[in-house]
């Protein structure tokens, strides 16, 4: 019988090295989310825009005209 037969080291290849921000939990999750936020902000710009230049639109509609 080997020695070191309940020294499993070394079995199943090789470790991944990881980069800090995947050791934290973080990994290529963290960038799916990011570009989820970032189009969620974007949407959200452009509603904000379309609503600003409708308010601004609407006065200027309902305003009696000056002769």
Do not use: H, W
């Not at 290849?13 to 989820?36: V, Y």
């Amino acid at each position: 019988m080997a020695k070191g037969r309940n020294n499993l080291l070394g079995v199943g290849g090789q470790r991944k090295t990881l980069s800090r921000a995947e050791r934290q939990g973080a990994g290529p999750a963290r960038d799916i989310d990011r570009k989820a936020a970032e189009d969620k902000k974007q949407e959200l710009v452009r509603k904000m825009r379309e609503r600003a230049a409708a308010a601004e639109a609407a006065p200027a509609q309902d305003a009696p005209a000056e002769s």
